[in-house]
C-alpha cells in the first residue's frame, strides 16, 4: 500500500511539474501584458520581408509567462506557391539541436555521473593523447602537429574551446586537414555509427591547444556521443525519455517516420535574384538526411529537425525554471557567462554578449545593443531558424524558416525590436 501511495504521490507531482511549465494558448496577449496591435506588426515585417524575396516565409511563435502571444505562419514551401506554410510543419532545426545536447549533458552532470572539467578521454579512450595542428603546407596538404599541453575537458565541448572546429567552414588549412580525415560531416551518414565518427574525429588534429581561443565546431557532436556512453543509450532514445517526453514533445527527431515526411519543410535558396527550393533545383538529396532512417549515427550538434510548437515546448521549460527536465542549479550554470579571461576573442566580437555552456548570453553590459534582458540565452541553426530564452521576462521565441544562405541580420533584428516594443510596463 505504502508503495502505491508513493507511485501515485510522485505521478502527481511530475503531472503538476509539467502543468506549471506547460504552454497555454487560452488567454489574449493582453493578459500577460503583451500589446496584440504591437504583435501585429510582425506580421508586417514577415510580409514585406516576403514580397522582397529576401525570405520564402516559415512559423513563428512567441511566449510570455507559459502563454502562447503569437504563433503564424507565413508565405508558401515551394515557388509556384502550391502549399502555404503551417505552424505544424517540421524543419531542420540543425544547431538549435546543440542546446538539448547540453541539456542532456547538464542532467549527467547534476546527476553526478559526470563532471564539467572531467577529461573527454574519461569517456571516450580516442581522446587520450591528443595533437595541435602546427605547420601546415598548402602544396601538398602536409603537416605536423605538437601535443596537447592538456587534455579537452567537458567543458571545453560545451563553449567551444576545444578546438574541434567544422572544417567545412574554415576554408584553407583547417578545410584541408578535416578533407584528409573525410570529417567535413554535419548532419548524418550513410553507414557510420555516432561511435565511429567520433572516434575518427579524435584522431583530427586541434585547431588549437584547448581551452586558448572560442572555435565553433564539432564539440557538441562529441558530447552527444558521450551522453551514449554514460548513459548507456543512443542519443535519440537519450532525448525521448529524458527531455522529449518530459517537455511534450512529439514531432522531434534525428530521422523522422515515414508518415511524417509530408510535414518537412523543403530547403530554399536564392538562384538569380529569385528564391526557388533544392527540390524544385533537383538538388533535395543536400537535405534529404531527416528522411534517411533509420541510422545509428546522430549529430548532437546538428542532426534534430522539429516545429516551432516542438522546440517552444523545451525552452518554455527552461524558461520557467527547468522543469522535469533540469534543475536550478545547473540551469544556473547553464546559462551563465563561461567565457575564462583568457579568450577575449567571443566577447570583443559580440558586443554586450558571452558564452555559456553551449549557447550566447547577453549581459548586463552598457555594449549591450540588443533589446533582450541581460541573462537572455539563445542560439541558431544552419537553415535558418532561431531562438530566445528570456527568464527576465520568462519569455521565449521560436522563428522557423529554411533558408541558404541567409545573411540578412537586419530582418530578425528588426522582429527583436518588435518583441520588445509589445511588452507594456
Not at 548532419?187 to 572516434?199: K, N
Not at 566580437?349 to 555594449?367: A, H, K, P, W
Amino acid at each position: 500500500m505504502k508503495k502505491l501511495a508513493l507511485l501515485l504521490l510522485l505521478c502527481v507531482s511530475i503531472y503538476s511539474c509539467n502543468e506549471n511549465t506547460a504552454l497555454k494558448t487560452n488567454l489574449k496577449p493582453e493578459s500577460v501584458s503583451v500589446s496584440a496591435d504591437k504583435l501585429s506588426e510582425i506580421d508586417n515585417l514577415i510580409m514585406k520581408a516576403i514580397d522582397e524575396k529576401r525570405l520564402p516565409g516559415g512559423t513563428f511563435l512567441l511566449a510570455k509567462n507559459g502563454q502562447i502571444v503569437y504563433n503564424k505562419s507565413f508565405g508558401y514551401r515551394t515557388s509556384k506557391k502550391e502549399k502555404a506554410y503551417q505552424n505544424d510543419d517540421i524543419y531542420r532545426i540543425a544547431s538549435m539541436t546543440k542546446a538539448i545536447t547540453s541539456v542532456g549533458i547538464m542532467q549527467l552532470y547534476e546527476q553526478g555521473k559526470i563532471d564539467l572539467d572531467d577529461p573527454v578521454y574519461k569517456y571516450i579512450p580516442s581522446f587520450k593523447d591528443q595533437v595541435v595542428l602546427d605547420t601546415f603546407e598548402p602544396s601538398d596538404s602536409s603537416f605536423t602537429t605538437v601535443p596537447v599541453e592538456k587534455p579537452v575537458t567537458i567543458r571545453n565541448l560545451l563553449t567551444h574551446t576545444s578546438g574541434i572546429v567544422y572544417g567545412s567552414f574554415n576554408p584553407g588549412k583547417l578545410m584541408a586537414v578535416y578533407e584528409k580525415y573525410n570529417m567535413n560531416v554535419g548532419f548524418s551518414h550513410p553507414t557510420w555509427s555516432t561511435e565511429e565518427w567520433i572516434d575518427k574525429l579524435a584522431k583530427v588534429p586541434l585547431a588549437h591547444q584547448p581551452g586558448a581561443k572560442f572555435s565553433y565546431g564539432l564539440s557538441m557532436d562529441v558530447l552527444g556521443r558521450v551522453i551514449e556512453v554514460v548513459s548507456n543509450q543512443a542519443l535519440d532514445e537519450y532525448f525521448k525519455q529524458h527531455i522529449f517526453d518530459k517537455a511534450g514533445m512529439t514531432d522531434t527527431y534525428f530521422y523522422l517516420p515515414k508518415e511524417k515526411f509530408d510535414r518537412l519543410v523543403p530547403v530554399y535558396t536564392k538562384a538569380q535574384g529569385q528564391l526557388i527550393t533544392l527540390d524544385e533545383m533537383g538538388m533535395a538529396a543536400q537535405a534529404s538526411y531527416p528522411m534517411e532512417g533509420p541510422r545509428n549515427i546522430f549529430a548532437g550538434g546538428g542532426g534534430l529537425t522539429s516545429t516551432a510548437m516542438d522546440y517552444a515546448k523545451f525552452i518554455n521549460t527552461l524558461a520557467l525554471g527547468g522543469g522535469d527536465i533540469l534543475g536550478a542549479e545547473a540551469l544556473k550554470e547553464m546559462s551563465s557567462d563561461q567565457m575564462p579571461n583568457v579568450i577575449t576573442d567571443y566577447k570583443e566580437n559580440n558586443s554586450g554578449q558571452s558564452f555559456g555552456l553551449g549557447f550566447t548570453v547577453y549581459l548586463d553590459s552598457e555594449n549591450k545593443k540588443s533589446p533582450k534582458s541581460a541573462g537572455t540565452y539563445e542560439w541558431s541553426g544552419y537553415f535558418n531558424t532561431k531562438f530566445f530564452i528570456d527568464p527576465k521576462e520568462e519569455m521565449v521565441f521560436v522563428g522557423m524558416t529554411q533558408i541558404v544562405p541567409f545573411n540578412d541580420n537586419a530582418f530578425w533584428n528588426d522582429m527583436y525590436k518588435l518583441i520588445y516594443e509589445a511588452i507594456e510596463e
